[in-house]
């Protein structure tokens, strides 16, 4: 059985390891030049942000069991059960990744045909896809009438480092404020702890109601709502704003993937159950178990 898997974040890659080891060798497509998808980490110089998710939290024992092995935890301020990957946030799936065939740098748009799915000049049995939704909508058309009822809000992520600390605390959040997240990288561990840099969320109202301005003008942006909640900034040694178009899942399918009539075409993703890593955890590993 040949298999294609679209994507390589941690739904890809999870639904990749399974069917690895159970015997089918699979091939994952992923457009980035890295792993990790929304397990995000931008490298400027020495500096380093973890600008997509956070941190990663478990509701299901075996999650928990995963992450006890390879994340550790941060709690800023006394926070939940948090983990992180180290020293990067894809370091959650790079033990996963290790010996799979993973082909980085080629978006894909898999063609059916009667010899099978067609990639490039490679023909596969299945495809597997874990792109976000909206993407998944416009790769498979014949699957846009089972999707519509699944919604995802952008985010606008401002990546900012200090020539000198600011007094804030390691962590701030809010759902009032149009800034809902900040916290300072390197209190995450093994982070470069001289390294000022901070990593701040706006709200899924602002981003969606900014999403289509000019980068720089939604730094600038996201620079003012930040001073003008804690007061003047020490001087800005990098700055730049990252646009997530398909952030953080509001309303999921309500099951772990959705399937072609053929059951050749498998179509899954944290925005299948919720808008968390273990979402698409969860979503990736119910897709290899439907192979085997
Ligand atoms: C700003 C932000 C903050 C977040 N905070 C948290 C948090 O604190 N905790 C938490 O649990 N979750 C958080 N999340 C959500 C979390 O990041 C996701 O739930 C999870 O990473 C999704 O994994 P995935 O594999 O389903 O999708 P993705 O990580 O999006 O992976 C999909 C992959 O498909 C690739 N791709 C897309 N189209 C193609 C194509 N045509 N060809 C080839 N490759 C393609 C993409 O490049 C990407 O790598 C956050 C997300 C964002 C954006």
Redesign the pocket.
Known sequence: MSVAI???????VTCARKLADNGITPVI????RGLG???ATRRVDSLRFDH??????ARRDEFRQYLDQHAVPWWPDGAGEWFVGTPAMNALIKPMSEGLNIRLG????PQRTNAGWKIGDEYFDHVIS???VT?ARM?FPELTTALTEVLVTP?W?LMIAFAAPPDWPDMWRSRETDIAWIAKNASKPERDAGQDCWVA?ASAHWSETHLEVDKDIAKEHLIDLIRSMRGELPEVTYAAAHR?RY??TTTPLGQPYIHSSDQTLLVG??WCLG??????WE?GRAMASALF
Do not use: N
């Open positions: 679209i994507g390589a974040g941690m739904a890809g497509f992923e457009k980035s998808g929304r397990l997509g998710a956070q941190f990663v939290t080629e978006q894909v748009t874990t792109v976000p993407q790769l985010c992520t969320h997530w952030a953080l993703g944290d808008a968390r890593v273990e979402d698409a979503s």
